[in-house]
């Protein structure tokens, strides 16, 4: 049960279906989450083809689907290929914000991470396995271990698995069974090593009961290298006001580091006063409106795009969403509200997602379920500022026939992170890594001149400006003068200041909270043309591509600071 919510009687949607043939009207929706969960899941991009084969639709009817995907922007186009988007992510954040995972994990999980120095994971059940919901890393280490947000771990090879087990009711035991006789070598986990050989079925099942047996007599679980070679685990549960585990806080380390036994002794202790603090957090009655979803409520695209658009696809989509929209879920009168469609339209789709697993019915409040999180969540969710802005600056480049580029600030200087270059005689040879000083640069003085004043004349004074040509600008006080500029207008033109015969324009890109996490600009031959002319025909370009990679990096990085490296 979802933390914060009580079971109460059921709202209409557990009625049989009516002989408006939900089945039949739905079909289109459970059609497209099959193809999203085909194109998210497969590790290289895919052709309307191959997902045809895949799910053994009519290539006419993948056509269809994947052209509305696409409008949704859950899907990306790049030539004949299809890969997710990072839209696609705003799935798994409904859940998030729904089950109260979002809020409640972050602070305790980075502090966790921080004292133990290791890796560190919130898992909870999804069925008869375990998915991760949350995670963070020590800082500064190079090789982090742990899973991605959104992996699904078998329960027998987890200490999570464990921990969570203890509350499984027969039919979860029944459908455990049935995975493991499907797939007894654990192949369709690709984030685990598959099994070497079958084991005995029953032995099996006798040392996964006597193990979840000894976790909920202990209140922990170890791992010893059965999730994985040279990893140890140790886990323990947040528990509910009744004693249910919700959730389980699993410590990842290699046996480098610490045998299963040190790695207990050193971290059980801290783990233990940790879930008490999530349990506090998770497990509240609140159910306040939480950060309503980047996306709109259903818009309807048939009149624009015909009949490649499903009206029934994109509308179970909206209502999957919508649902992320307050703690602890919505009824279904208050889902409608918020996805801008009907009550019945709603309740059908509903109907259709809680009997696909990704809608759990609390009392009268519905809610994404943790299945949500297998529609590409863990590949998306390792995406970088330059893996998002990469496919948009590409575009920009094809636009404006000039090479667009995305830098951070660090320290002085900017750091190219991504480039989309354009061969032309006088194109500038700058790749990613490149590093350049920010005083003399568009981008440098956009991301400058979104900071405080004292750190702006810091960072120029630690400069040390120097004349790199003869327009070059170095007196801190012109600099300054240039920086409110650049602040007032929200964007820099550089005219020869770099290099001779080079003129660059950028823009800041910004994150959820309108900080300045990096910047976007176009770098071009001065020409014979005036600097004024280069603004006004690139900047609305330049300004439309930073605000489709803000887009993105609202979902990607709903709830966490955008990852630029």
């Known amino acids: 049960m979802a933390p914060g919510v009580s079971r109460a009687a059921p709202e209409a949607p557990t009625a049989p279906a009516s002989a408006e043939s939900p089945a039949e009207a739905a079909g289109p929706l459970e059609r497209g989450l099959a193809v999203l969960r085909i194109a998210a899941d497969a590790p290289h991009p895919v052709r309307p083809g191959d997902l045809a084969r895949a799910t053994g639709l009519a290539r006419s009817t993948v056509d269809r689907i994947t052209a509305t995907l696409t409008h949704l922007d859950h899907l990306r186009a790049v030539g004949r290929d299809l890969v997710p988007a990072p839209r696609l992510m705003e799935f798994g954040n409904a859940y998030l914000r729904a089950s109260g995972m979002s809020q409640a994990l972050r602070p305790s999980l980075e502090r966790l991470a921080r004292t133990l120095d290791e890796s560190v994971s919130a898992i909870v059940l999804d069925g008869c396995d375990a998915r991760i919901v949350g995670k963070a890393v020590p800082p500064g280490r190079m090789i982090p271990l742990g899973f991605r947000v959104g992996d699904l771990l078998p329960a027998e090879r987890c200490a999570a698995g464990a921990v969570l087990a203890a509350g499984w009711q027969p039919d979860t035991y029944d459908a455990w069974r049935a995975r493991r006789a499907a797939d007894p070598l654990d192949e369709t986990f690709p984030a685990v090593p598959a099994r070497r050989t079958t084991p005995p079925s029953e032995q099996v099942e006798a040392d996964f009961a006597a193990w979840t047996a000894a976790a909920d007599a202990d209140g922990w679980a170890l791992d010893d290298q059965l999730v994985a070679p040279g990893l140890v685990a140790v886990a323990v549960p947040v528990r509910d006001p009744d004693g249910r585990p919700v959730c389980a806080i699993s410590v990842l380390a290699h046996t480098s580091r610490h045998s299963g036994d040190a790695l207990r002794a050193h971290a059980l202790a801290t783990m233990e006063e940790a879930a008490r603090h999530i ?265 439309a591509c930073a605000a489709r990679i803000e887009s993105d990096l609202a979902v990607a990085f709903a709830d966490g600071p955008v990852q630029t490296g």
């Open 279 to 543: 349990a506090d957090a998770l497990c509240g009655t609140s159910t306040e409106a939480t950060a309503p979803p980047a996306a709109p409520a259903y818009a309807d695209a048939k009149p624009e795009l015909g009949p490649s658009f499903l009206q029934a696809l994109a509308r179970g989509l909206a209502v999957l969403t919508a649902l992320g929209r307050r703690r602890g879920g919505l009824t279904l009168a208050e889902a409608a509200e918020a996805a801008g469609l009907s009550y019945p339209s709603t309740r059908r789709n509903l109907l259709t997602l809680r009997q696909l697993g990704y809608v759990e019915q609390l009392g009268r409040r519905f809610l994404p379920s943790p299945r949500v999180l297998e529609l590409g969540y863990a590949r998306l969710s390792t995406l970088t500022l330059a893996d998002i802005a990469q496919p948009h600056l590409t575009e920009l480049a094809g636009r404006a026939r000039e090479s667009a580029s995305l830098a951070v600030l660090d320290g002085t200087e900017v750091h190219y992170v991504a480039r989309a270059a354009v061969q032309q005689i006088t194109s500038a040879r700058i790749m990613p890594g490149t590093r350049l000083p920010a005083y003399a640069t568009s981008m440098g003085r956009v991301l400058l001149a979104d900071l405080p004043e004292a750190d702006r004349r810091e960072r120029i004074d630690a400069s040390h400006p120097r004349a790199l040509t003869p327009h070059t600008l170095t007196s801190p006080d012109a600099l300054g003068a240039a920086l409110d500029r650049v602040a007032r207008e929200g964007h820099a033109l550089v005219e020869q200041e770099l290099e001779a015969g080079l003129r660059s324009l950028a823009v800041p890109v910004r994150d959820r909270s309108g900080r300045a996490v990096g910047a976007v600009n176009i770098a071009l031959h001065a020409g014979p043309e005036p600097p004024e002319h280069t603004r006004d025909t690139l900047l609305p370009a330049l300004r």
